[in-house]
């Protein structure tokens, strides 16, 4: 059974609607954020959305909880069409499903306390709750992030690194959400500190089975947590498929090329790096094709007539490159 | 080869603050090769970046060297006047690379006009050019650009720093490290902000260049990956002292130091798929509470009472292998955990 069932989702930004373009006649440029991406996430499965930056991740993760509305496409929640929804549904949606924000730091109200930032959830999405309850709910939540109780009355800047992510966390887990898309939870962090914080949100995920979309560039990371990965490249998925086989059998020149790049301390495992050549297109004016034709060391004709489709190579593992396609 | 460029001896750096003084490095030697890549690792807060500021004598105004001596090509630089300093060494015999090429660089002016300036004023450049006085500066500036692999540089040179995206800021800023030629180059986690393509190609671009040129990097970062891809030799920190120094192979095969250890095998991607990693206990103490004996005790798996009473001597285990610890050689191997 899939949790969240995404297609065809599209999100776009658009850029020179205001009044000086309009008067300098700079016209409307769309920017091809996300573009046309679909996937189904599992019950209590943990999928990886990878790629460089600007390539769409965190859009692809926002645009889930309609924090950013998309243009067009379908997202499933349970069942359910979330773009259908009115205000209330979105209320009740949102109280299942919580975001982990990118910075940390600047997510967290620097004027409030630790238990207020954590206690704040049950104040917008449940009104009838004493105010006792709420104390013992926050020192209990900040028990399972493993912070201790004094630590609510402490202000954001007198944390570490690693204990703000904890109480970002611990204010996504406030509702008992079933679905938390964590966008880059361990960037910025020592390694140590990282592997903490990885170890605790999979111990919370066994705990309340929970499901997370993890977006992440640290493919070290993604490889060690996640079922499932896609790969993102300007705005579409080019590579998916369950980790072991995506990360055992690359098949996409731009998937072998990130890998390949992953700086590694294993010297029996050096492998020679793919460098790519050139920048990544902008997704304003995009290239005709496929988008990564213009860096792609096998780029054919075709690549620059037409975009390559998703295919099926076998046990789920989707591909998007003209090389694949048997003629 | 074999002669040192660059001999550390006995650094101290001191940082005050109010009252309190709090030693950042303490006692650091070391040297560096000509044509060497030296990688100095360390989790936040431990004194790279000190370390590397105090080479080029721009710590903060807190901060003070306050004992030892920075060999540089047999010359003490903390005998050298300021202006000796400008005029002579930086940015001419030793140059950096910070980690954030945007604040590095000035936002009003152009790449060529802030290239073409360094080359005006560099006497380093100067002297090592006397024979292309006939070639416009904004010519080899563009040369530069090129070595560095930015796409047609004879564009680009007249584009402000907000134009170009991160790793093409910080392919300018190699380029403008390059000017002189320097003999050591100084890179403060030059790759940190960048995607992992990217970084694989700033990294293979400084490589290129040391093969070229027989420069000698210092190359600061917190990323074990990182680190074991570029460096001959790697260098280990831990609360401003060093742990563990060997050759890059011997370090990262057969890493002595607990706390080596410890962050090898943090490491996601290197054990099995979903399994827990092993952490460290708490955090790096703060530089004025550092606890009595050996700094690591209190997060050390393997400490008994002798660690935290007396300080663990500097020593060579296996030839170029040293280590700071009292239980060396008794830990026994590590158990390959890839």
Redesign the interface.
Known sequence: MFLVKVQGLKTYFYKGKGILSKLFGKGLRIVHAVDDISFTIGKGETFGLVG??GCGKTTAGSSLLRLVEPVEGQIFFEGKEVLKMNEREIRKFRQKVQIIFQDPVTCLDPRIIAGEIIAEPFRIHSSKITKREIEDKVIQLLEWVNLSPEDAYKYPHEF???QVRRIGLARALALHPKFIVADEPTSGL???????I??LM?DLQEKFNLTYLWIS?N???V???CDKIAVMYLGKIVELGK??DVCGNLLHPYSQ??F????????K??RK?I??K??VPSPINLPIGCRFGSRCKYNMLICSQEEPDLIDMGGGHLVACHLLVKR | MNKKLLEVKNLVVEYRLGTKIMRALDNISFSIKKGEVLGIAG??GCGKSSLGLAIMRLLPRAGKISQGEILFKERNLLRLSETEMNREIRGREIAMIFQNPLHALNPVFTIETQMVDIMRFNLRYQQLNINKKNISLKDRAIELLRETGL?DPEERITDYPFQF????KQRVMIAMAFISNPPLLIADEPTTAL???????I??LIINLVNKYKNSVLYIS?????I??ISDRVMIIYAGKIVEMADS?SL??DPRHPYTR???E??????T??G?????PG?VPPLDKLPKGCSFHPRCPFVEEICKKSTPEFVELAPNHWVACLREGKLGRRTKC?
């Open positions: 460089e930056s570490s690194g690693g020592d390694v140590s500190t990282a592997a903490m990885l170890n999979q560039h493919l070290n990371v490889k060690h947590v980790t072991q090329a990130l390949s790049a992953i700086p590694t301390i294993n010297f495992n050096k790096k460098i790519l050139g920048e | 989790e936040s796409a995206s991160g790793g093409m995607d992992v393509t990217i970084e694989a190609e990294l293979a917190h990323d074990l990956g990182v074991s891809e192979r990262f095969d410890a962050l090898l943090s490491l996601p991607g290197t054990k798929h979903k827990r990693l092993p952490t460290i955090c890839f």
